[in-house]
């Protein structure tokens, strides 16, 4: 168990060789009338694309935190599931779901989104590549993300989210 608490990709060439990114965790929200339809679609196509879908939450309404004024209040889940490829081909899958639901590819942060999809968690492994940040760095402080995941994430995982949240706040990451 230790050797897979210690597992780091820092370039993209480790991807391939570190064994298990399972189970992830990702999280949906949007803040656009016919959310909850989004969301629905962009299930089908990530189990229609490989990604295997384990659990999903209860869908939790949330206000808008740092949107523009007057932004409409968001709905966010988390989803629980198992991926056979590399994160960045994850990465590049639910990209391309928020582009197909929407979203511009490049779409501002903070302001009103119909879907946003964050890889949260990929079982141990840890991450910092340009493009993506595992453990997500915001996720153990955001309550959208943490009630959602306390509903379907095992136990031993909320507390590496939580523990890689301390890291974070010493490494001055937030
Ligand atoms: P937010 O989710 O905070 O609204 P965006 O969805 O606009 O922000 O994401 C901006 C960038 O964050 C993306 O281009 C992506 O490359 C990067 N990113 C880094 N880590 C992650 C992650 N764990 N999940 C999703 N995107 C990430
Ligand atoms: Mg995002």
Redesign the pocket.
């Known amino acids: 168990m230790q050797s897979q608490h210690s597992n780091s990709i820092v370039n993209e060439s480790e991807q391939r060789s570190t064994g298990n990114f399972n189970p992830v965790l990702l999280s949906f929200g949007g803040n656009i009338a016919g959310t909850l339809e989004r969301f629905e679609r962009a299930l089908q196509l990530l189990s229609q694309r490989g990604f295997r879908i384990l659990s999903v939450s209860e869908p939790l309404i949330n206000p808008a935190i740092g949107c523009e004024p007057g932004a409409a209040d968001f709905t966010n889940l988390c989803v629980l599931g198992e991926w056979q490829g590399t994160p960045l081909e994850l ?1 590049d899958l ?2 391309s779901i928020e582009v197909e639901e929407g979203r511009p590819a490049d ?1 501002p ?2 302001v009103s989104r119909t879907l ?1 999809i ?3 968690l990929m079982g141990y492994v840890k991450i910092d590549l340009p ?4 453990p ?1 760095p915001l996720a153990s402080v955001r309550d959208f993300v943490m009630k959602p995941a306390r509903e379907i994430l095992p136990e031993d995982l909320i507390k590496f989210l939580e523990n890689q949240a301390e890291i974070y706040k010493k490494e001055d990451k937030f």
């Open positions: 990465l639910t990209q779409h942060h903070w946003d964050d890889i949260i493009r993506l940040k595992v997500h």
